[in-house]
Nanobody, 116 residues
Framework: QVQLVESGGGLVQPGGSLRLSCAASGIIFSIHTMRWYRQAPGKQRELVAA???????HYVDSVKGRFTISRDNPKNTVYLQMNSLKPEDTAVYYC??????????WGQGTQVTVSS
């Protein structure tokens, strides 16, 4: 049974930082691309960052230079370090792993609110 458990969200002032974590179980973590998505109120869910098994990373343009995705395979955990946060980063952030059609797994989400 695949489980993804996110943590690390919260309320932060503009310009601040947060680090999100996603602990995975039930998968061979090291072979999978891991992704972080976010969904703001009234908006579609969007891909924020991804990291492959070879640690190649991808970012949406709006977070490049501010967010860093990383992984710790022995801990089965993927991280999202978020710096220089802006109010428009406010969203629920989700961890995702896609194995194949019908095996697309999501965490429960963690709320990030950027506000003064």
């Amino acid at each position: 049974q695949v489980q993804l458990v996110e943590s690390g969200g919260g309320l932060v002032q503009p310009g601040g930082s947060l680090r999100l974590s996603c602990a995975a179980s039930g998968i061979i973590f090291s072979i999978h691309t891991m992704r972080w998505y976010r969904q703001a109120p009234g908006k579609q869910r969007e891909l924020v960052a991804a990291i492959t098994s070879a640690e190649v990373t991808h970012y949406v343009d709006s977070v490049k230079g501010r967010f860093t995705i990383s992984r710790d395979n022995p801990k089965n955990t993927v991280y999202l370090q978020m710096n220089s946060l802006k109010p428009e980063d406010t969203a629920v952030y989700y961890c995702n792993v896609f194995q194949r059609i019908g095996a697309d797994y999501w965490g429960q989400g963690t709320q990030v609110t950027v506000s003064s």
